[in-house]
């Protein structure tokens, strides 16, 4: 089986670490490209490379050119399965499909975007996503967001997100934790780093912040963080290829949105033995709940206190540890490879 995954880059986030660990399981089963339209260089793509997953960059100045539909066509014929990954390859394979024979598979990994809410949109909305043979969701809440949004069953299958739990197990085994807790993840409108910082004026004074990522709104945390008097207290360490090493030293491990598809790095938090904090917005309230603890989202003091109670109860803390450990292998990433491997033969 030829097996083509297409995603706008593999700028590091939580599809592009889905494609990381996904991509070389399914080589032991298909022959699998990856087709970007921007090119970039990390860890994530690194270790494509290294399984052996060919990777095609169409080198465009823009993701969001519209040109791009032209250049795909050439490159999406020939494969049994053409798999997509995020807008705007959603919009732009599916302008370019006609003709394609393969099977034509969409992975929705949001619960909301810029796009839902403008009605005018919909009837676009609607003929894009009818161009695919199955459109996969990351999560139960992300199915039922999409499907009412488009007033129609457009996605019928639910394929949970997975990471290498074993890995981060290993790598985390041993480590020495310090006074800290730490966020993973991409400065953006999805995320909310503005909360974790207020919560730190309640959060005991000894206990250090680490942001792990950049993006667009990394400068405006940066300067919330120094009006409120708390620079001295907060690490902005920037994009990293080696996340696990900084979760590894955490005690604690955060996870603040605005909204999820799914939240892979509080599975990856867990999966490193820490107690992971997460606003119970839906997608990752799902992931986190029965195993680590739930706060209000937005809410800067009830976040501080489930820190402060983390780090003050040693009983409590251990016992949360263990129950993120646990939970974090319901999400092995063999279990997404599986599920769609079944779709892609379905």
């Known amino acids: 089986m030829k097996v083509l995954h297409i995603i706008p880059s593999m700028e590091i986030g939580g599809a592009q670490k889905l494609l990381s660990d996904l991509l070389p399981l399914q080589m032991k089963q298909a022959d699998v490209t990856l087709l970007v339209f921007r090119s970039v260089k990390n860890a994530l793509v690194d270790k494509l490379v290294e399984a052996g997953v060919k990777i095609v960059s169409l080198d465009v100045k ?40 393969g099977k034509l598979v969409y992975t929705e990994h949001s619960t909301s975007n810029s796009r839902r809410g403008k009605r005018w949109l919909l009837p676009l909305e609607r003929m894009v996503y009818g161009k695919y043979s199955e459109v996969i969701s990351i999560s139960p809440q992300t199915q039922t967001a999409l499907n009412g949004w488009l007033g129609r069953e457009c996605s019928r299958e639910v394929i949970l997100n997975g990471i290498d739990v074993e890995a981060f197990a290993r790598a985390a085994s041993g480590v020495q934790t310090s006074d800290s807790i730490v966020m993973v993840s991409r400065f953006a409108a999805s995320k909310d780093q503005e909360t974790v910082i207020r919560a730190m004026s309640y959060i005991d004074p000894d206990v250090r912040l680490r942001f792990v990522g950049d993006g667009p709104l990394l400068a405006k945390n940066i300067a919330l963080a120094e009006s409120l008097g708390l620079s001295h207290r907060i690490d902005f360490i920037g994009a990293a290829d080696d996340v696990t090493k900084y979760i590894a030293a955490a005690k604690v491990g955060v996870q603040s949105s605005h909204w999820e598809g799914f939240g892979l790095t509080a599975v990856e938090i867990m999966a490193c033995g820490r107690p992971v904090v997460a606003s119970d917005v839906p997608g990752l309230k799902q992931v986190v709940e029965g195993a680590g603890v739930l706060f209000q989202h937005g809410d800067c003091e009830g976040l501080a206190k489930a820190v402060n109670s983390l780090f003050s109860d040693e009983q409590l803390y251990l ?28």
Do not use: M
């Not at 494969?79 to 959603?90: E, G, Q």
């Open 62 to 101: 823009s993701v969001y050119n519209p040109l791009v539909i032209f250049r795909l066509k050439k490159y999406i014929k020939g494969y049994d399965v053409v798999h997509v990954h995020l807008f705007p390859a959603l919009y732009w394979v599916a302008f370019a499909s006609r003709g394609v024979e």
């Open 319 to 346: 016992q949360t540890a263990r129950s993120c450990a646990e939970h974090a292998a319901e999400f092995d990433i063999k279990k997404t490879a599986e599920g769609y491997w079944r779709v892609y033969n379905g």
